[in-house]
């Protein structure tokens, strides 16, 4: 079962607005990354936060963790319409290799 | 250029007719993973492997099958397709190398494959 569950499902907002999406997951973990996927291809990673991190930021993306609601979000500011996509979080967990993807939040960013 | 590749990109086949997925990566990288994509259903692990001729299932293996004799190539064979096997494809590598920061698993994914069983 995914362990990831995103919120919103689906998010639609103005270009020049900020982006937040949420993503809870169930257990103890490694990190968390998120990923960005275009309409029909593959996903391509964004950035990736460790369980010792509470905030990170990559451009205009910044990325937050909470272990201890064991809860992240992911703050897109000054959105585009370049930046329309599906959004999935992913958990790490044990020595696996294995990434434990969310049902992802569809963002519509509108010129 | 660094990069996980799939083909083919899109494929319609009939029951009952095996095919077989490609994937390769370039990457050098130890862990593999099929994934199929379903609306409503998010992304879901079909098989994985840590290593070569290392493979284990996922959370939906029924009806596929896959195998790792070389590092760099992981496919994906379906014996005997059913439409409930229409689905996007994903296939996905990462290194399993720990740094300095711990491990970080994340992984490349190449850029799907469409498949349709009628």
């Known amino acids: 079962s995914q362990q990831g569950e995103e919120d919103p499902q689906a998010l639609s907002i103005q270009e020049g607005e900020n982006a937040t999406m949420n993503c809870s997951y169930k257990?103890?973990?490694?990190?968390l990354q998120w990923y960005r996927q275009n309409s029909g291809r593959g996903l391509v990673h964004l950035i990736l936060i460790r369980s010792n991190e509470r905030e990170k930021h990559s451009g205009r993306l910044r990325v937050t963790l909470d272990t201890s609601k064991k809860s992240s979000s992911l703050l897109i500011t000054a959105s585009r319409a370049a930046d329309t996509a599906s959004y999935f979080c992913?958990?790490?967990?044990?020595?696996?290799?294995?990434?434990?993807f969310g049902q992802g939040t569809t963002l519509q960013v509108k010129p | 250029e660094a990069q996980v590749t799939q083909n083919p990109r899109y494929l319609i086949t009939v029951t009952g007719k095996k095919l077989t997925v490609t994937c390769s990566q370039n990457?050098?990288?130890?862990?593999m993973s099929w994934y199929r994509q379903d609306p409503g259903l998010g992304l879901r692990q079909i098989y994985y492997?840590?290593?070569?001729?290392?493979?284990d299932k996922g959370d939906v293996p029924e009806g596929y099958k896959v195998s790792r004799k070389e590092k760099r190539n992981f496919p994906l064979i379906l014996e005997s397709p059913s439409p409930n096997q229409t689905s996007l494809y994903f296939c996905?590598?990462?290194?399993?190398?720990?740094?300095?920061?711990?491990?970080?698993?994340?992984?490349?994914f190449g850029p799907g494959t469409r498949l349709t069983v009628l």
């Open positions: 492997s840590m290593n070569v001729e290392v493979t």
């Open positions: 990457m050098n990288h130890e862990y």
């Open positions: 257990t103890s973990i490694n990190n």
């Open positions: 996905a590598s990462s290194s399993q190398l720990v740094g300095s920061s711990g491990r970080s698993d994340t992984q490349y």
């Open positions: 992913a958990t790490s967990k044990g020595n696996t290799g294995k990434l434990i």
